[in-house]
């Protein structure tokens, strides 16, 4: 485990403003840029992967957390991140993708996860067990989640243990905004009231001792709260310090604890640094490295067709719009209105949730072909003046090849750039 976390809050009570990104991807271009950003400045990457994304039958992405790991390590190590540089974490580790069990089922399969992430190597653990599962109440009291919580770290423990690895440092904290953004829109959001999140810290404190891990807290590093910033299909709620300043606050009797804010994607450069001088010190973004990946493969398909107008081949927006209507449970659910509405939901929302389509093997297939076909080309400038203008200064100075994985990369490492770093 990395000092700087188990350090966030020292260094914040001496008056530094510690904060470091905590990238929430799968996706390998996303990951490298990542990686890439982290070799340039000489930076912690954190990588964290979610419940459901990454657990023991393979989540979403068909990846284990030791599989996970392996791909990701692998690519640290071809982009020249030394490994003392690259952090692991799980988000959300709870029985979230089984709440259709009965509780004690869903623990279960919960327990095996965790134990799965701690054996690979992840050091940081967000334990997240608020949900509800199929016979519990439609609102779990907060000794129960706390109980839980404790329960998964005693599993966590016990394997780092047995594995003699390092014990892992813990996330807790219920006040979690839906993964992916809301569903709807949302002009406005209250940070979380400072007595809620006040009690959360006891009950897990209650709850650790109570399982025999007493020492626990002192590896507890953050706390989810709602500082109010979100985002949902098509607008963002930025961070407001003024309506935050009570819960600030919290911190100051906290001396062991930082906050962490989960859906910091979409937030400008100055939201991000007033968010770290506050003590969130983990900003957690996903969606938003995605969103800016999927704009550059737009752009660059669309430079091709302007470099190639009579090519024969679909456009990658096209290749999109047929698999994400092939196969709509992704999507589904989350965005409405009418069939034009929706459609423009699908490719241009903030919730991004075309990003669960990249790893189709027909859209795999296009964008693969597409980079092919634009690696074997000049890209004018004057027509990445046209489609990528953000990257035309870098291109002509020549910090930036006018290569098309060069040109993705930069696109999502210019999202990372706006999170502050110490």
Known sequence: MSDMLLNLAASRAAGGTPCIASVCSAHPIVLEAALRHGVAHSALVLIEATCNQVNQDGGYTGLTPATFRAQVQSLAARCGLPPAQLLLGGDHLGPNSWTKLPAEAAMAK?????????????????????????????????????ARAARLAAIAEHTARAAQLPPPCYVIGTEVPPPGGARERIDTLEPTD??????????????????????????VIALVVQPGVEFGTDNVV????????????????????????????????????ALAQDGFAILKVGPGLTFALREALYRLDALEAALTPDRATPSLPEVMEQAMLA????????????????RLQRHY?????????????????????????????????TLISQFLPMALDRVRSGALAAEPQALLLAAVADVLAGYPME
Request: aromatic share 8%; proline share 8%.
């Open 194 to 219: 400072p007595a809620r999140a006040a009690q959360t810290i006891a009950a897990h404190r209650a709850a650790f001792a109570a399982a025999g891990l007493p020492d626990l807290m002192a590896r």
């Open 327 to 342: 196969s709509p449970g992704h999507w589904q659910g989350h965005y409405h209105g009418d069939a034009s509405h929706q």
């Open 238 to 273: 930025p961070y407001n310090q003024a309506a935050s300043r009570a819960l600030v606050r919290l911190l100051d009797s906290q001396p062991g604890l930082v906050f962490e804010a989960h859906s910091t994607d979409y937030q400008t450069p100055s939201a991000l640094a």
């Open 110 to 146: 919960a327990e095996t996860m965790v134990a799965a992430y701690v054996a690979a190597g992840f050091t940081k653990l967000h334990l997240d067990t608020s949900m509800p599962c199929a016979d519990d109440p439609a609102s779990l009291p907060e000794t129960v989640i706390a």
């Open 349 to 381: 929302s903030y919730s991004d949730r075309i990003r669960y389509y990249w790893p189709d093997p027909r859209v795999q297939a296009a964008v693969t072909s597409l980079l092919a076909r634009l690696g074997q080309a000049a890209l004018p400038e």
